[in-house]
Nanobody
Framework: QGHLVESGGGLVQPGGSLRLSCTGS????????IYWYRQSPGKEREFVAS????????DLADSVEDRFTISRVNTENTVYLQMNLLKPEDTGVYYC???????WGQGTQVTVSS
């Protein structure tokens, strides 16, 4: 059975950076795309970024496309979300998802505050 685990969240000041990791296990990680979502207090879960199985195709939400990048290292079974120039509105719980089997991680909290 597949699992996803997120890490790398924390408290950062506005303008700062964080790198989130999503590590998969229990399935053939390199064959499937990975998505990142976030959920802020009082809001619905929203799409942040996605990456194809080999990493050649990526997509970013309009709100983050100039500040975030998504990448993957399949030999490490890991997808990274590099987040720069963070804003308070980026605060939320970030989840990674493997849609092929509707796998979700437990989430990692990102808080952007001075």
């Amino acid at each position: 059975q597949g699992h996803l685990v997120e890490s790398g969240g924390g408290l950062v000041q506005p303008g700062g950076s964080l790198r989130l990791s999503c590590t998969g296990s229990g399935y053939t990680f390199y064959k499937y795309s990975i998505y990142w979502y976030r959920q802020s207090p009082g809001k619905e879960r929203e799409f942040v970024a996605s990456i194809s199985s080999a990493g050649g195709v990526t997509d970013l939400a309009d709100s983050v496309e100039d500040r975030f990048t998504i990448s993957r290292v399949n030999t490490e079974n890991t997808v990274y979300l590099q987040m720069n120039l963070l804003k308070p509105e980026d605060t939320g719980v970030y989840y990674c998802n493997a849609p092929f089997d509707n796998l979700w991680g437990q989430g990692t909290q990102v808080t952007v505050s001075s």
